[in-house]
């Protein structure tokens, strides 16, 4: 093999590795433009569902705070039920 042919193997082989780097690199821009930026946009409308529902949540529940669940368990049940009678805060139907 005479010098003009390894050189042009050589170049062969360098312009093969430089193409696909070049692929690698255009489908990783893709990945980080487009796909991503889609990923990010459907998490941040995740996230505002998740702040809106929280919020409904703590509107709903909110009596459930005042709740001292450091009581015994009638306590508890009697002041989440005021409309049970005293002998039937345990009746949690």
Known sequence: MNADNL???VLEHLIALRTGQDR???ELRE???DRLSAVETGLNGIKGDLVA???ETET??????QIPFHCCPAE???HYR???????AM???
Request: hydrophobic share 30%; no cysteine.
């Open 7 to 9: 050189e042009n193997l």
């Open 24 to 26: 690698i690199e255009n």
């Open 31 to 33: 990945i980080k433009e």
């Open 53 to 55: 529902l929280a919020s």
């Open 60 to 65: 709903e529940f909110s009596h459930l705070l």
């Open 76 to 78: 508890t049940i009697r």
């Open 82 to 88: 005021p409309d049970v009678p005293e002998g039937d």
């Open 91 to 93: 009746d949690t139907r």
